[in-house]
């Protein structure tokens, strides 16, 4: 398997336009999980799914920050409108159940300027 | 309120030493521990864990030892390399066995092994 593959590597924007990552788990993993890193808060949990059923968002900072998994095989995580302090890396990670690690992907670089 | 510090921001080891990495947890709930290694611009790999029963684990050169009562962890690499040069992470869960992947993660210490 490829590994947890996350799109863009590399994102820039502007401050108000809606921004979409995507995220594709290892195939067999049921848990799908998105986190955010910045220098301020580190590594911090946003929202995970179980099945892709949502089990806890409240990580997610406000209600300009959306998630979906419509599948078993992808997941978005949408910012609108974004703004500066929305600047960090976003990781999405996934697990089979009993699975004692979690398994990342490289990465979305996000700046909003 | 930070509930898994590592407060050592970095680590300076020589190869062929033991690099020993920190981390102090707050909540009595966790019930799992793993250690993570992240290179620049990749996501963090998954190294080794430890269940809250039990009080050692070593795979390798890579030990961690649990003190419940203390609330930490310590993270041993012995021997040191080059290749260990990375940003190492503490993370705990509290799932109960239903996730190993909701994890609070401490923020991190830069280690760097010297040839």
């Known amino acids: 398997d490829a590994g947890v593959i996350q799109s863009p590597r590399h994102e820039v924007t502007e401050m108000g336009q809606e921004v979409t990552l995507r995220c594709k788990p290892i195939?067999?993993?049921?848990?799908l999980f998105w986190y955010r890193q910045t220098m301020m808060r580190g590594l911090e949990l946003l929202i995970y799914?179980?099945?892709?059923?949502?089990?806890?968002d409240s990580g997610m900072p406000e209600d300009r920050f959306s998630a979906k998994m419509p599948n078993a095989s992808f997941s978005t995580l949408k910012i609108q409108p974004s703004e500066p302090r929305d600047s960090a890396v976003y990781f999405c990670?996934?697990?089979?159940?009993?699975?004692?690690?979690?398994?990342f992907g490289q990465g979305t670089r996000l700046t909003v300027v | 309120d930070q509930q898994v510090k590592q407060n050592s921001p970095s680590l300076s080891v020589q190869e062929g030493r033991i690099s020993i990495l920190n981390c102090d947890y707050t909540n009595s709930m966790f019930d799992y521990f793993l250690w993570y290694k992240k290179y620049p611009a990749e996501g963090p790999t998954f190294l080794i864990s430890?269940?809250?029963?039990?009080d050692k684990n070593e795979d390798g050169r890579f030990t961690v030892f649990l003190n419940k009562s203390a609330k930490h962890l310590s993270l041993h690499i012995v021997p040191s390399q080059p290749g260990d040069s990375a940003v190492y992470f503490c993370a705990a869960s509290d799932a109960g066995g239903t996730s190993y992947g909701k994890l609070t993660f401490g923020q991190g210490t830069i280690l760097t092994v010297h040839p």
């Open positions: 799914f179980n099945n892709n059923v949502p089990i806890d």
């Open positions: 990670a996934s697990n089979y159940p009993g699975g004692t690690e979690a398994f």
């Open positions: 195939s067999g993993h049921d848990y």
């Open positions: 430890i269940s809250s029963i039990k």
